[in-house]
């Protein structure tokens, strides 16, 4: 609809911009950027809106305000991964799914808050501080809200995004940009979706290029999308899908661009429920809503079944194995040397390089590479990176036996409560919080499949909820077209914040899912 | 991503060193800190490398006779394809090391002999033999000098009958002359440390070439443990040949062993058998023909101006040009007499026009690269064969009778 409007000169790319920029100054509390590109954010409107001037647009993107996870690499703007490695680093070059919104002429508004190198699931140990959740601040949370004594300042009571893409999430829920980059290894993009009420796309493994993130675990990472609906996340995908000849693991088909329909129908359908997914811990809420999900798709004629993935229950561990291997590799290049940060200790190289790298990374970040070394070590290896990666395929092949059977989506919950407020999340460490709130979400990445979070309703608290969907290897189409008939059913509510409505905007007024498409 | 450049020639060295091609390989991190490793990690191919199992065969002069040459062989246990690291100097003076990065990354190939070789000679001619082979193939310029080609050296003694010595690894050879010195010596060493009562250390050494020896190279590491894993950026290389290749698949896409095997150039066995048998030459002559950059085609553009055997022609080849050549460190790219000139003045010679000392003579003149032909400086130094009879008749007279007056 902001595109619309935009073609047809209800709003001026930099009038949008302006806005956008206004309000995350008004919004900084929430600490969802890490950078604002103010300056080249009003160039790339000003050039948008000559464009639309000529009548020559570049897409549906042009003039769109978005925000990038700080992960990926942005040319000339400040790349930090929310590390103190990182701190100051300007990279030379685009990172390629940034390249491809900008050349659809979508304005970069900046760099968004993360976990430490993406690792996390709360977006709470960066070097920049937490990102709070916007919901936090919403009128539904706080009126359902008992503060447990008159004197706790709402400001402690305060409710995390979820991780790690946390910023990107928080800044597509409280409107100050229209989509947003987060990266997901093992729930990174879905998880803060949930927590934040905004879709949250995981793409299939080899469909948007990795150029350019920063990684993480190589053999599962994926840029992820944040948008405020379905539709406006099938047009992102739409402009990043495709080969990249500078990412061997993209795959070299053809992507067609494709346009959900009006009214999906998920009649003919099969959807498959797993039942290890009903995790210990999984609040009642949420089943319950997992219930209702499930008898929304019975009522509307699609075939409804248990099924079964045996070796869910694994993959947590096979994950920690996996990752901090891949992780202690990719770190390995942080050593002070040809950028980022370089300790003052130069009594030799190895003592540079150890003060750089204990300066640089955070506890978890180091805990990750020391575990990932240990896993990879001539003794361990065949005991651990080996056997994880049979087990990673059994997980694999669980999902495709499913599918072979006549499932074509699964559903699922995305994470095992609502978000909980920050100094509850803080009392347990990193790694058992992330083996907790990864459970539902990481498996996908295990076998590559694409995810999606759909925001579902409101808790009892009055903060959102999300349930996931898994499709077929490529599937995105189809994928994305139960996601959007899924949406339109449950209706789920706008948040609503002061700070928005102050920066009310005709646009933003009009839309009931806050769409840009 | 991986440059398809490097796999091709990877194939190619792989196919005429009589290797078995893999067509599936894989691509492997090896992990390590070091200052000219940037990333912490190189790729390489360490579980299923590109090409294996092949051989190489050799000549050697025995005793130091040309005309006596034995053929060797050494056998290849692989080749792989990995990255280069960075190149470190090491600045004594000021207690610094610079790092140059510009080389970091670049695509290199392993081969890897196996220990087939006994001495210096045998190492020298092994690796001869493969850098020809590299430059006819294209795959390398591999000039040692320049780094193109790098060689290290892994020597250990045994006596006869017994399992293999432990083994020194020799490194920063710079020539193939200082390959021979370095692992004559080294051997020698070993001999002298075993049968001192000493033993060898599994240790990485380098070579000094102002000393002429071997000394124990800073120590990189303890054991070191790699922590291979693998490379999750390089999907299996698959590579095709003409049985294996799908029908629809996009020729651009793929590398195609069958392909490539039947654009191989001559390798330099197969060239210098055609010389022989087409000019009549000796094997040690195609030899010396082939070790000399671009002394073949002068040879031949020689013989195809000229109607001197190329029996004969290639004596002046060898002994009179190469040595001129040699004298001056010229190349023969570089020499002032050209093909054209040096068939002129043998065809003088071969019509009797001139004799052979005077072909030496004139020779020595057109060195000077003053551009006159040789039949301008036969006539200038009046250099000419006296034909007629009688001409002569008189000059003998002459001298004699000068003889009789002393």
Redesign the interface.
Known sequence: QVSAALKEGHVSPRELCRRCLALIKSTRFLNAYITVAEETALRQAEESEERYKRGQPLGVLDGIPVAVKDNFNTAGIETTCASNMLKGYISPYNATVVQKLLDQGAVLLGKTNLDEFAMGSGSTDGVFGPVRNPWSYSRQYKEKSVPKSHSEDKESNWVITGGSSGGSAAAVSSFTCFAALGSDTGGSTRNPAAHCGVVGLKPTYGLISRHGLIPL???MDVPGILTRCVDDAAVVLGSLAGHD?????TV?DNFKPFELPDLPDVSKLCIGIPKEYQAPGLSSEILALWSKAADLFKNAGAKVTEVSLPHTRYSIVCYHVLCT??V??N?????G??YGHRSEMNRS??SM?AATRREGFNDVVRGRILAG?YF???QN?ENY?IKAQKVRRLIASDFVKVFGSGVDVLLTPTTLSHAVPYLEFIKEDNRTRSAQDDILTQAANMAGLPAINVPTALSERGLPIGLQFIGRSFQEKQLLTVAKWFEKQVKFPMIQLEEVKRHNHDVFQHQKSASFS | VLNRRCVEAAVMTGLALNCSINKKSLFDRKHYFYADLPAGYQITQQRVPIAVNGSLSYSLCKDNKMSQMVTKTVRIKQIQLEQDSGKSLHDDTRNQTLVDLNRAGVGLMEVVMEPDMCCGEEAAAAVRELQLILQTLGSSQAVMAEGQLRVDANVSVHHPGEPYGVRTEVKNINSIRFLAKAVDYEIQRQIEELENGGTILNETRAFDSKLGCTVPMRDKEGKQDYRFMPEPNLPPLILYDAKSLPANMNHQQVVNIDWINERLPDLPSVKRAKLVERYGILPEHSFALLNEDGLTEFFENVVKQTRMKPKKVIGWILNVLLSYLKQHSLTVKESPVSSVLMADLLNLLEKKEISSTAAKQVLAELWKGEGKTPLEIVKEKKLELIQDQEELEQICQAVIDGQENE
């Open positions: 675990v190589n053999s000849p500078k990412d061997s693991t070299q291997a891949e202690a590799s770190m390995a290049r942080f050593d040397l040809e190289t190895e390089y070394n990879l070590l001539k290896y990176f």
